[in-house]
């Protein structure tokens, strides 16, 4: 099956960005999404990228997609203790009605 | 509106025991799933429904049973329970007009223990 990997940990200082990784094997995906997760809570949709797009903006988050190195990545600029959170990447593919999801980033904010 | 509700929040089972989890929501989306969610993996999809009388098996089916009989509501039954069992379990929902076509709205979870 698809394989989604992330890195499991990130720490950052209040201000700075952030940037979050996400590597995927299929290529034949269609979307790409970034979710967010604080405790005790379900997934949040933060952003999403269509598959033909390599860049997308919105306010404080830079999504990134390199099709060729199958590499997707999430800025957070002026990381404030609030988006302290699991962060997870997902992809849909072509055909399929599901999402593979990858494994999940904490991103601890240091105030 | 209320969104994606599940009930209970908190389960402990024994081993062999049945229950059901419950969820609903209150968008008219015809698109609901359940997923699992286990330390050091990904969400992975469960069953998902794509409008009432429409269930189908996602990735991890075994063990579970799903029924949509109307547009809000998605139980999940665990027929007896198992420790592999033991996880998060989430029911999300999606309008199926979307053009990103994601689960956008996610319940709270429901966090199974099975001993």
């Known amino acids: 099956g698809e394989d989604v990997e992330q890195s499991l940990f990130l720490s950052v200082r209040e201000g700075d960005s952030s940037v979050i990784n996400c590597t995927y094997t299929?290529?034949?995906?269609?979307?790409l999404y970034w979710y967010k997760q604080e405790p005790g809570a379900g997934l949040q949709l933060l952003t999403y990228?269509?598959?033909?797009?390599d860049m997308k903006q919105d306010q404080r988050l830079t999504v990134l997609l390199n099709k060729k190195d199958k590499h997707l990545s999430l800025r957070i600029a002026d990381t404030q203790t609030g988006d302290s959170a699991i962060y997870f990447c997902?992809?849909?593919?072509?055909?399929?009605?599901?999402?593979?999801f990858g494994t999940g980033t904490r991103l601890t904010v240091i105030p | 509106n209320a969104g994606v509700t599940q009930t209970p929040k908190f389960q402990v089972l024994k081993t062999g025991q049945s229950m059901t989890l419950q969820c609903a929501q209150d968008?008219?989306?015809?698109?609901m799933s359940w997923y699992r969610q286990d330390p050091g993996m990904g969400l992975r999809l469960i069953h998902y429904?794509?409008?009432?009388?429409?269930?189908d098996q996602g990735e991890v089916p075994n063990g579970y049973n799903v029924s949509r009989s109307t547009t809000e509501d998605f139980p999940l039954r665990l027929l007896s329970a198992a420790p592999s069992q033991t996880s998060v379990y989430f029911c999300?929902?999606?309008?199926?007009?979307?053009?990103?076509?994601?689960?956008?709205?996610f319940g709270q979870g429901t966090r199974l223990t099975v001993v």
């Open positions: 999300a929902s999606r309008a199926t007009d979307r053009g990103m076509n994601t689960e956008a709205f």
């Open positions: 299929d290529s034949s995906s269609t979307y």
């Open positions: 990228i269509f598959s033909n797009m």
């Open positions: 997902a992809e849909k593919l072509t055909g399929a009605n599901n999402l593979f």
């Open positions: 968008m008219n989306h015809e698109y």
């Open positions: 429904s794509v409008g009432a009388g429409i269930t």
